[in-house]
């Protein structure tokens, strides 16, 4: 699979990276993603799985990690996409009072909104309304800082405080300010650097529109990626094991060698053992 991050990378030279080459998950990638989750998981995954960023590869697991998170986000997208198909099958209640229904929705990865990052830059610039703060300059959130705050997400206040500590550059005249100076801001200060942040960033949206087939009104549906990712994974631990067992018994080889395909392959596989045998049968 061959496309464009929404952002992209800028290496240490200044170079900005956007094509990519990504290859489907293997069963040695499926083994490891169904057994925990985690930004750094996600950073070792995509090392494995993007085979080109722009001029880089290998890319290491370093530079998966920094990657812009909705860069990461949509790498994800593509990952569940060539291993689980475009089609995405969820069930949920309608929010509406009136109606409340458990409804199942079927809808595509390719209908997902991409907001992509019209002006890439290593670093922006902002002037917030209040004059003694004078211009700030930050860069944007990236793997590593979710790798950082993994302890703290709970508390949302405090990691969106460690987040702008993380990607503030300078505030006025502050060089790298401390997290006690960003708390110590007026809300609307924050509020404006949290808008300047979000107008300049690649988005992934994680709901889909659509429309309740009980009631007919518009709704918004949840699209965590992460959660419909790892969750498929999960999902099919087991099948995984049983498909490395039915194809180690029937061609005798190495679960390694078998791990090391990705599911069409392997499936493809077992379609053919499975024809096989049922032709082996109607001839009896």
Request: some cysteine; charged content about 25%; proline content about 6%.
């Amino acid at each position: 699979m061959e496309d464009e991050l929404p952002g992209g990378y800028w290496d240490e030279a200044g170079n900005l990276h956007r094509p990519f080459e990504l290859s489907p998950l293997t069963g040695h990638d499926e083994e490891l993603l169904a057994g925990a989750d985690g930004a750094t998981l996600v950073s070792t995954v995509l090392s494995r799985c993007v085979r080109r960023l722009g001029a880089l590869s290998p890319v290491s697991a370093e530079v998966a990690a920094d990657l812009l998170t909705a860069d990461r986000l949509y790498l994800l997208l593509r990952l569940r996409q060539a291993t689980f198909g475009s089609a995405v099958n969820a069930s949920l209640i309608c929010p509406w009072p009136e109606c409340g229904q458990r409804i199942s929705l079927t809808f595509s990865v390719d209908d997902v909104p991409v907001v992509r990052s019209a002006a890439p830059a290593a670093t922006y610039t902002i002037t917030p309304s209040d004059p003694a703060i004078g211009e700030a300059e930050f860069r944007l959130p990236t793997g590593r800082d979710q790798e950082a705050l993994t302890d703290i997400d709970r508390n949302e206040a405090r990691a969106l405080t460690e987040l702008l500590t993380r990607c503030l550059l300078r505030l006025g005249t502050v060089r790298s300010p401390t997290s006690e100076q960003i708390a110590a801001l007026p809300s609307a200060t924050r509020a404006e650097l949290e808008q300047g942040m979000y107008e300049v960033a690649p988005r992934v949206e994680q709901t889909i529109e659509t429309t309740c087939p009980e009631c007919h009104r518009v709704l918004i549906a949840p699209f965590d990626i992460h959660r419909f990712l790892f969750g498929d994974l999960r999902t099919d631990a087991q099948l995984l094991y049983q498909e490395v067992h039915y194809l180690a018994f029937n061609y005798h080889w190495s679960e390694r060698d078998i791990l090391n395909m990705p599911r069409d392959h392997r499936r493809t596989y077992i379609a053919a053992i499975a024809e096989t045998i049922g032709a082996m049968h109607d001839g009896t």
